[in-house]
């Protein structure tokens, strides 16, 4: 990879999340490749004719690079899911929260396997700058969408 190459870093850390069997299993889906089309780069373009979630768009944060003199630095990629919650598991509130925790807490465990190893992407720290919380449904077109954000604070070489 060059010397801060984003789209490297965008592509690798797709590459990560498609490949987890969790978020395959929120997408429904039973190969990487149809849970990649699901992660978009930067972001997705939402209509209230198509509904769009399960989704994951992932973007660099761009107050976070820490570029060293070395030809190494930290970036950090954000990804931001947004997770539909089923009608079965919406009789509560607290039963929806039950729901998104179990998915964001399946996919940070995947992701702890997934990092680190020879070939994969290198993370230094995980951040969560937003917790799953409900997407207000009157300003998502009635969906029972959940949204919660991670941060990978990869190696850049």
Do not use: K
Not at 5 to 15: E, F, H, Y
Not at 44 to 65: G, H, R
Not at 128 to 156: C, K, Q, S, Y
Request: charged share 20%.
């Amino acid at each position: 990879m060059s010397a801060l190459d984003i789209l490297g870093i965008l592509n690798n850390t797709r590459t990560m999340l498609s490949g987890l069997v969790a978020w395959q299993s929120v997408c429904g889906v039973s190969t990487a490749a149809e849970a990649a089309e699901r992660i978009y780069l930067g972001g997705v373009e939402a209509t209230a004719e198509e509904d769009t979630s399960p989704l994951c768009w992932i973007d660099v944060n761009p107050a976070t690079f820490d570029w060293m003199a070395t030809n190494r630095g930290r970036v950090t990629v954000e990804a931001v899911f947004e997770i539909g919650v089923p009608e079965a598991e919406r009789e509560t509130y607290q039963d929806e929260y039950r729901y998104a925790w179990t998915q964001a807490s399946a996919i940070l465990a995947g992701i702890n396997a997934a990092v680190n190893g020879s070939g994969q992407l290198m993370m230094r720290s995980l951040t969560m700058p937003l917790r799953p919380g409900l997407i207000n449904p009157e300003d998502n077109d009635g969906r029972h969408d959940w949204r919660f954000t991670l941060g990978f604070v990869v190696d850049a070489i």
